[in-house]
């Protein structure tokens, strides 16, 4: 089939365009961390007057961007390994097994995605703060109380992406194992988890993603001590200045891994997705 | 124990329990708990001074609920002003992120050089951490300093440089933001759609002497339908919940044009601390969000079968 000059042209324009938009920002971000404070402060320039790394240095004691870096990274870590390792296994039983309660086990769990954060947020906030009250344990303003929060925020989705790559397993490897003596979990670690290690990798990612990107409950259950980078970014702007470099070079810092992480497994997301979505 | 070789599945049928069991307790304790108990909160009158222990609140049935949804009281017009903004909000963004995603989709089908760069490109927003990229746009809408109002003036679009955080401006903002935010989710989705639709679908359609409209109404878009069906209702249910971009863009308190259902409720709980009245505000908006749900699938189920 070929393209006519039409469609040519309305391809151009209409990625020309949508490059554009995309790319705005990310210009913006890169191009601002470069820029010394004096440039940031004034008009607007398209380029730096004089390239400059020193925001990238600035920032580090402008606020305890490294404290909240560490905070982010152990508590997005750990949600994501914690939740990948129980999809795993809810995975595997919804995959391989017709038990009474399969379908209400998926239809809940992904229906609790469609609940407003807010609705969840008021009461979770109360529970862990008076457990707290009550028996010492420490889960509001903790951790470990935002490690419990994310962990199931991204089970859900983690449980419907890992169905979807073990459904692409083929039965007959189960099988085999079996013949050969394998118990279920022996099928499951020998079999089906070396066979999905892409997908499981991606929902990890997915997973990391989801908890490094949280606002709304970092916002209001972390203190001074656990903030996370989602809030901790916001302390670049004090009364009387914004320190507009070294936001954009904070915020460069905490993109680009996960950017170029989420960009290496693209291709297992879009096969996640797909086998999700159109079932 | 036995020691016979039968199938393991035969063998323990409760296997399957177990195997979900870390996912029921920690789904119970994050999401059915606390749903269990905003209900019981918004039948409680809950400030501030009984937060330290709320078994002493005192019970006031369906109050807050009067209250938050009396469209002539001050709270309930207030919350019915929030929910008209949020419904305009979330059918502009979740439009015009279809249509992105959608003319994306379909002039990256036919290869040429560039493609998989731009594919990779476009995908870039939706893994950009939201702060990050909320607070660009924050720099980018600033009045005196950012990049929009300087292009503006460059161009003599305008005499006064406009506030986009504050009056007005705002909700375009705001919609910009989602919209940049959300259609890459909308591109990702629709690409993988577009590649079940073999290509002899196309050379037939061509051979009948479709043009390039004809072929997208009658060949791309029945094709895509399970795609944009599940796609749209997530696309709505993300943005009319979304906290994240107006809380980064414009902190705990929007402006009124832009002043979202979840930002409100949020300030209502947090900022006047009536963490009653809040949470009968959630669960009207989680009843809302479930009626509209149910309708939807019923809606595009009963036309699947139809088709």
């Known amino acids: 089939m070929r393209e006519t000059a039409a469609e040519r042209w309305a391809r151009r324009v209409v990625l020309s365009l949508l490059t554009a938009f995309t790319v705005t920002p990310l210009y913006v971000m890169i191009t601002s961390a470069a820029k010394p404070l004096r440039d940031v402060q004034g008009a607007f320039t398209w380029l730096p007057s004089r390239p400059s790394a020193q925001a990238f240095i600035d920032m580090w004691s402008t606020v305890p961007l490294g404290r909240y870096l560490v905070n982010s990274l152990v508590v997005s870590g750990v949600a994501a390994l914690i939740s990948v390792a129980i999809a795993i296994f809810a995975a595997f039983a919804v995959s391989r097994y017709r038990f009474r309660g399969r379908q209400i086990f998926t239809v809940t769990a992904l229906s609790t995605q469609m609940f407003p954060g807010i609705l969840f947020l008021l009461p979770l906030f109360l529970i862990y703060v008076n457990l707290g009250n009550a028996t010492g344990i420490a889960l509001y303003a903790s951790r470990t109380g935002l490690i ?18 073990f459904d692409s397993i083929p039965r007959g490897l189960d099988e085999a194992a079996q013949v050969d003596g394998a118990g279920p979990l022996r099928t499951l670690f020998r079999v089906i988890l070396p066979t999905a290690v892409p997908g499981v990798v991606a929902v990890t990612v997915y997973a990391f993603m989801t908890a490094w990107g949280e606002v709304l409950f970092a916002s209001v259950m972390t203190n001074e001590t656990s903030r996370t980078l989602a809030v901790g970014l916001q302390g670049y702007s004090t009364q009387y200045n914004v320190y507009w470099n070294q936001v954009m070079a904070a915020s460069l810092v905490v993109s680009v891994p996960v950017v170029a992480g989420f960009l290496m497994l693209q291709r297992y997301f879009v096969a996640g997705l797909t086998a999700g979505a159109v079932k | 124990m036995t020691t016979t070789t039968a199938p393991a599945r035969r063998q323990r049928p409760s296997l399957p329990y177990l195997l979900l ?7 119970l304790l994050v999401h ?17 001074f009984q937060i330290r222990d709320w078994s002493t609140a005192p019970f006031v049935g369906l109050d807050n609920y009067r209250t938050a949804l009396d469209v002539n009281g001050a709270a309930g017009e207030e919350l019915l002003h929030s929910f008209w903004v949020t419904v305009l909000y979330t059918v502009a963004s979740v439009g015009l992120s279809w249509v992105f995603g959608l003319a994306a989709g379909v002039f990256l089908q036919r290869p040429f050089a560039g493609r998989a760069l731009l594919r990779t490109l476009f995908l870039t927003p939706y893994a950009l951490p939201v702060y990050a990229a909320v607070i660009t746009w924050t720099f980018i809408f600033q009045r005196d300093t950012g990049l929009l109002n300087h292009v503006l003036t460059a161009t003599g679009a305008v005499d006064d440089p406009p506030f986009w955080l504050i009056g007005g401006n705002s909700f375009w903002a705001l919609l910009v933001v989602s919209v940049w935010r959300s259609w890459p989710f909308a591109f990702l989705c629709i690409m993988a759609g577009l590649q079940n639709v073999p290509a002899e679908m196309y050379e037939a359609a061509a051979i009948d002497g479709a043009g390039f409209w004809r072929r997208l109404k009658d060949v791309t878009l029945p094709m895509l339908r399970p795609v944009n069906q599940v796609l749209i209702l997530v696309l709505f249910l993300w943005t009319f919940n979304d906290f994240n971009t107006p809380f980064v863009l414009f902190g705990g308190s929007a402006p009124d044009q832009a002043d979202l259902i979840s930002i409100h409720i949020y300030r209502s709980s947090f900022i006047t601390w009536n963490f009653g009245q809040g949470s009968a505000m959630s669960v009207a908006l989680l009843l809302f969000l479930l009626l509209v749900t149910a309708a939807y699938l ?9 088709a």
């Open chain 1, 148 to 165: 419990i929060t994310y962990l199931t925020f991204s089970l859900p989705f983690s449980i419907w992406m890992l169905v979807g790559y």
């Open chain 2, 21 to 27: 069991l870390p996912a029921i307790v920690f789904e």
């Open chain 2, 32 to 48: 059915v708990v606390p749903m269990v108990v905003g209900v019981w909160m918004s039948l409680l009158e809950l400030t501030q």
């Open chain 2, 298 to 306: 019923l809606v595009t189920n009963r036309r699947r079968e139809n």
